[in-house]
């Protein structure tokens, strides 16, 4: 079986365009890239949300200055996270799973917010996802086989 044609004889973008595996991957990455780098530039901008408020206090203690100034620096993480997912994604997957997992831990400390930490655990959930599905449909990375 040659790489431009699959066993049916259809050719591989064909082959790749029917495929649900691949097309839930296409939809994660997408998804992955997109909202971190949108709600990364956001924190500059609070125009979505108000994103101090969803620091816990107990994190804003131990950050140095004020929770504004700590979001700049999460927007910065986000904002790498979702470019990673874009490059990377066998690796930019876990990444976002990770930073999901912090988010979520910082949710459940602040009461009233845990209906956020379970919509944060199921993008997690799909985080991983995109990085078992990166496994298998992402070409690997150079230098490796």
Do not use: C
């Not at 979001?71 to 066998?90: D, F, H, N, S, W």
């Not at 997957?93 to 602040?110: E, H, R």
């Amino acid at each position: 079986m040659s790489v431009s044609r699959s066993r049916t004889g259809r050719g591989f973008a064909e082959h790749m365009r029917s495929d649900a595996g691949y097309q839930a991957f296409l939809l994660l990455r997408t998804a992955f890239t997109v909202a971190p780098i949108v709600f990364g530039l956001d924190k500059f901008t609070n125009l979505l949300a108000d994103w101090p408020r969803y620091l816990a206090p107990w994190i804003d203690g131990l950050v140095p200055g004020t929770a504004q100034q700590a979001m700049y620096i999460v927007g910065v993480v986000e904002i790498v996270a979702g470019i990673t997912v874009a490059l990377i994604p066998r690796f930019g997957g876990w990444l976002v799973a990770a930073w999901l997992g912090g988010i979520i831990l910082n949710l459940l400390t602040i009461p009233g917010f845990y209906d956020i930490a379970l919509r944060d655990f199921g993008l997690l959930v799909a985080a991983i996802a995109l990085a078992r599905l990166a496994a298998r449909y992402s070409s690997p990375l150079p230098g490796r086989s």
